[in-house]
């Protein structure tokens, strides 16, 4: 699903990323731990395509994204896809289900469509009364919710997310750690989650450890996947 070959990454003279190999297999939750300053968030922008490495290769799904233009690059972004932050990001002039919405409408999905899905993931999330609810009507919860159904809404195969619980109480952390493995049981995504929260990296599938750069006690082997090359060809959708 994702393999991360011989990643390296610098900012200016501070070499962040210095030499990352890495397989995810389809439908892992994965987290990242590290102490602060390990590249962790980094690492997460490179396989999320918001940054580009130095040198290596990041291939999900089969596709080599260092091949893409930048106009398919955004395309496989927002197709195959879905981003969770530490802070909802929801923007507070929509409603619920028109955040869930947008990333479906710059996929070009109709509006029917993209809301019928939209209401689909908020029943899914016990959210549905929380439809026409501006984000300062929700609760911090719930707004974090909203924001997983919108990186859900597109069907992407992979769920990469930064600190998703860091702002929330002992409560509905735990609740959205389980909405992780019940999205993973339910839809088959593939979650990488950052996260300083040990009782969630506890839970995960597998914890990668970075450290100054580098992942402690790497695999010691890498699968390799077909690839597809062609820089101006579509990638396939789910």
């Known amino acids: 699903m994702i393999d ?12 962040v990323l210095k030499g990352i190999d890495l397989h ?33 290769e990041v291939i999900v799904d089969g596709i080599d994204t260092s091949r893409l233009s930048t106009k398919k690059l955004s395309d496989f972004r927002n197709q195959h896809l879905g981003f969770v932050f530490q802070f909802h990001q929801l923007l507070p002039e929509f409603t619920a ?8 409408y710059i996929a070009g999905v109709s509006r029917k469509q993209a809301r019928k899905r939209a209401e689909e993931l908020l029943d899914f999330m016990n959210l549905s009364d929380r439809a026409t609810h501006k984000p300062n009507e929700l609760s911090g919860g719930e707004k ?27 409560k509905n952390k735990e609740e959205l ?3 992780f493995f019940d999205l993973r049981d339910q839809f088959g995504q593939t979650f990488v989650i ?3 929260d040990e009782a969630l990296a ?18 010691t082997t890498i699968e390799t996947p077909e690839i597809c090359l062609d820089s101006e060809t579509t990638p396939p959708s789910e």
Request: proline residues 6%; negative net charge.
């Open 24 to 56: 995810i297999d389809k439908g892992e939750v994965v987290s990242i731990v590290g102490p602060s300053g390990a590249g962790k968030t980094t690492l997460l922008q490179i396989i999320g395509t918001l940054d580009r490495p130095d040198s290596g």
């Open 194 to 196: 950052v996260t300083h």
């Open 97 to 104: 289900v028109e955040n869930i919405m947008i990333p479906a």
């Open 4 to 15: 991360i070959k011989n990643i390296t990454k610098s900012f200016g003279s501070l070499q």
């Open 177 to 179: 750690h389980q909405l």
């Open 202 to 219: 506890a839970i995960t599938d597998r914890t990668i450890h970075l450290r100054d750069g580098l992942i402690e006690n790497p695999e």
């Open 144 to 170: 974090q919710r909203v924001a997983v159904a919108r990186a859900l809404v597109n069907n992407p195969a992979v769920i990469l997310a930064d600190e998703p619980s860091g702002s929330l109480d002992t």
